[in-house]
């Protein structure tokens, strides 16, 4: 029989009792005492948006396929059972085994947004595992963080261990090899440590020290140790058709946000919009072969038992072999009631077939995310998306029967002036005119646009990294200015208008290019209280004001503040293959509107070439 | 040619830890393992076709059976040994296919012809009343057993007597038949609760441990009730 950690009362008592129990289809079972090394990964939300994300099924599934490593999940319980555990004093478990956290060799924490910070050290405090990484004895499990967030480390170095820089399915094995060394050896943390900062990819942040200017800028950052490099190459996986992905992914008793198959079918972006750190960071464009996509589209449906299948990748419409796969699998599994559900694809005449075929055109909706109003703001942002092409695309869809829009946009992007704002109504507006242009006795009612925008914030390795950030206030006027706009356009019936939380955005600002001495502010954030950020019905702005002034941390240094182009980034110690001289192009590029061409039609001598691989290599037109 | 499809009664059993898993989960774990283990299952016509496939009875969550029955149908024939390997070999622990029968053309499902139940109740230990057991027998040979129950407008006294067919007690573990079904329903809680009442113990939250043993169908009228197990109106399938 299995064990639940938590007692029936309490698992009665609660919401979803089953986020706790494990026991899922295709989750692993090992026996212990074959087991060396015991990995907790974790994903710090909750089960459902956790149980959503790829990359930890990537792991779990490579991680337990080592005979001697048993690797097990877990995710932040939610606020009714977090209350329970402090009171009760019961400690974090993974959910295979039940059993404590705090007993493993590793905890490994994805990090993937930065409002999950302090539900990082929600999960550490509820394992019973000290706060600080300065502070924890060599009875506690190694603290890893990995996932995009890591490519700025700095606000959580106090919290890690070590940081994985780049994707997982490469020196996960020489960490491990070394952790089983090291134990065989009789050595302690601090041995094992020494030898893991010597692995591509790992950052161990105690062996760094920094110094700050009398402006508050990084002077320099410096290793302590001889064994630390000065600089940390990314990791990445050059062959991603001969590599590890999960032909058994675990399936979830309760409904997950994303439920249903997910096949990954290149990672990278060849578009360089300069806003955009995943365009960035993940270069250079590798796509997975059609053979292999087919293999485990068929494999994954059948261990699961799910009903739909989507696939997944930035700028899925780049994807040279696209339509033999989304044809492959219309005709494959459409039969057996499979859903096929598409990324957003560029609206042109094939996806407009495609979507056809696989949805319910008078339930499904189109997208475009222009992200700027104008012309000149997108060539700003390197954005290659032309309203002739929006209203061309939008103009073939209404004519198909499609009368919904969905439009993305952001506001705050560098060089924007009110013209910019305005435009966002008036290409909405235009959209609109587009549709009933169409004979009434052909079209299919009123047609309904989206426009949402979201608010800008600066991230590392962009071309925008240099940029200042708006203020609260600002970012405020400018929603209502674009909200009064689309009142008085001709068919602002037609238009829906939504805009984000701009405290939130501030937030996220100051995490995103914060340094070391924001650990201190998260910290104490955490103990005014602040748990699961990212939900709105949790968020509490107050809290986070109050620690920045306990803390003395200053906002305005992270976000408005103007960078010099010689200034020392905190993050500049990693190495993403993307050089800061590009990135320094780019900022120039944009400021002077000129657009770079993408990866496909020609190099535009970024630096991820180093790779040896993908787009880098292959014919330009 | 008309293809017919064929009717099939499944019987499963879940315990454990599996008892957190709500009724709706249950429905979807099971759509998918119907797809794991390739049964051949039969779907309703439409722009989005589903399984066809109806639960007799949902079970509360911390409710844990022997009895639990699921009707499908199936495109082409399967023997019942078959079919339950495959199935049992996708399932999770503490589920498991017992039985997997076919039924008459003409059957009605199984959700619309219960109607009784067998559960078994324990209470948790150190939740237990005192000397409790010899005063079962009181309590089921009242003249009337009433109880109230809350709706969301009104309060009103219903006796329940009638709605037990059979209440035993031993080694601390009371076994009753009661009504089950769409037409009448008692639920087990319930009838512990008369009892609680009627010993003046009050219960602490979650001190039953509910079990449900089987689920019948009534083959006699209604006079004189005669009670045969949903799966006993299905014949093996043979190889």
Redesign the interface.
């Known amino acids: ?2 064990k ?1 950690a938590l007692t ?2 309490i ?3 609660i919401d979803k ?2 986020r706790y ?5 295709n989750s692993v079972i090992k026996d212990l005492t074959q087991v060396n090394i015991r990995f907790a990964m974790c994903f710090p939300d909750v089960y459902e948006i956790g149980m959503s994300h790829l990359g930890i099924q990537i792991l779990y599934d490579m991680f337990n396929q080592m005979e001697d490593v048993y690797c097990e999940r877990v995710y932040s319980p939610w606020t009714d059972l977090d209350k329970i555990m402090r009171e009760r004093n019961i400690p974090l478990f993974a959910l295979e085994s039940q059993d404590p956290i705090k007993a493993f060799d590793f905890l490994g924490i994805t990090i993937q947004y930065e409002m999950c910070y302090t539900n990082i050290l929600q999960v550490l405090e509820l394992s019973q595992i000290p706060l600080l990484a300065s502070e924890r004895g060599e009875e506690f499990p190694i603290v890893i963080g990995g996932g995009p967030c890591t490519y700025n480390p700095e606000p959580l170095a106090d919290f890690f261990d070590l940081f994985y820089i780049g994707e997982g399915e490469t020196s996960y094995f020489p960490l491990l090899e070394a952790y089983r060394e090291n134990k065989k050896n009789g050595g302690n943390k601090l041995d094992f440590l020494k030898k893991a900062a010597q692995i591509p990819g790992i950052y161990v942040p105690s062996f760094y020290d920094v110094k700050y200017k009398e402006d508050g800028t990084v002077k320099e950052f410096t290793p302590n140790v001889a064994e630390a490099p000065k600089t940390i190459r990314k990791e990445i996986v050059m062959d991603v058709s001969e590599t590890f992905y999960p032909k058994k992914p675990v ?1 979830p ?3 997950a946000t994303q439920d249903r198959v997910v096949l990954e079918i290149q990672r990278g972006c060849i578009r360089g919009c300069r806003f955009c750190q995943a365009g960035m960071i993940y270069r250079p464009v590798r796509e997975r072969s059609l053979d292999m996509l087919k293999e485990y589209a068929y494999e994954m ?7 739909e299948i989507s696939l997944s990748s930035l700028s899925s419409s780049d994807y040279s072999q696209l339509q033999g796969l989304v044809n492959f699998l219309i005709e494959e599994f459409k039969e057996q ?1 499979v ?1 096929i559900s598409l990324p957003s694809l560029r609206i042109d005449e094939f996806s407009l077939d495609v979507m056809s075929k696989v949805q ?1 055109v008078r339930k499904s909706s189109l997208t475009f995310a222009p992200e700027a109003g104008t012309q000149r703001l997108r060539d700003v942002i390197n954005k290659g998306l032309t309203e002739e092409v929006i209203i061309e695309g939008a103009g073939k869809a209404f004519e198909s029967g499609w009368n919904r829009v969905k439009l993305y946009f952001m506001l705050g992007l560098p060089t924007e002036t009110l013209e910019d704002m305005v435009g966002i109504a008036e290409l909405s507006d235009k959209i609109a005119r587009r549709y009933y242009e169409i004979p009434k006795d052909q079209r299919n009612g009123k047609v309904q646009i989206v426009a949402s925008t979201s608010f800008f914030v600066p991230k590392p390795f962009t071309p925008f990294q240099w940029a200042t950030m708006s203020t609260k206030e600002e970012f405020i006027e400018k929603a209502r200015i674009v909200k009064q706009a689309i009142k008085s356009q001709l068919n602002q019936k037609s238009i829906k208008y939504n805009w984000h939380e701009a405290d939130l955005t501030v937030l996220e600002g100051v995490l995103a290019r914060g340094d070391r001495r924001v650990s201190k502010v998260i910290l104490q954030a955490y103990r005014n209280g602040c748990i699961y950020d990212a939900w709105s019905e949790t968020f509490d702005y107050s809290k986070w004001l109050a620690a920045f002034e306990n803390t003395g941390v200053d906002i305005n240094f992270y976000t408005t503040r103007e960078r010099a182009l010689d200034e020392i980034f905190p993050w500049d110690f990693i190495d993403t293959g993307v050089t800061k001289e590009f990135l320094k192009r780019e900022w120039e590029n944009a400021k002077n509107g000129l657009i770079t061409l993408n990866c496909k039609m020609a190099c535009s001598g970024c630096g991820a070439m180093i790779f040896n691989g993908g787009v880098c290599f292959e014919d330009k037109n | 040619m008309e293809v017919y499809a064929l009717k099939i009664r499944i019987k499963f059993k879940k315990e454990d830890s599996m008892k957190f898993i709500g009724h709706l989960d249950i429905m979807r774990y099971f759509q998918k393992a119907m797809r794991r283990a390739d049964i051949d299952i039969a779907y309703s016509e439409g722009y989005s076709p589903h399984q066809i496939m109806s639960f007799a009875s949902p079970l509360g969550v911390g409710i844990t059976s022997d009895g639990e029955y699921i009707d499908i149908e199936i495109k082409n024939r399967i023997s019942s040994k078959e079919a339950m390997h495959k199935l049992n070999e996708v399932m999770v622990e503490g589920i498991e296919i017992l039985s997997f029968r076919q039924l008459p053309k003409d059957s009605k499902n199984a959700m619309s012809i219960v109607e009784a139940a067998d559960y078994e109740i324990k209470f948790r230990e150190g939740y237990e009343p005192k000397l409790w057991e010899e005063r079962l027998k009181d309590f089921f040979t009242q003249e009337e057993i009433t109880v109230t129950k809350k709706t969301k407008k009104s309060e009103k006294e219903v006796d329940i007597k009638p709605m037990i067919y059979s209440l035993n007690v031993s080694n601390g573990k009371v076994s009753m038949q009661i009504a089950s079904g769409s037409a009448n329903n008692l639920k087990p809680e319930l009838v512990m609760q008369a009892f609680c009442e009627f010993i003046d113990f009050e219960p602490r939250e979650f001190a039953l441990l509910i079990h449900r043993k089987e689920l019948y169908v009534n083959i006699g009228d209604e006079s004189k009730k005669e009670f045969l197990a949903l799966e006993n109106l299905g014949e093996e399938l043979y190889e």
Not at chain 1, 21 to 25: C, K
Request: glycine residues 10%.
């Open positions: 029989m299995r639940t029936d009362e698992l009665l008592s009792p089953a129990i494990g026991n899922e289809v399936v008793f309760i409904k449906l059948h261990n699961t038992g799910y009903e009631g859903n319910d």
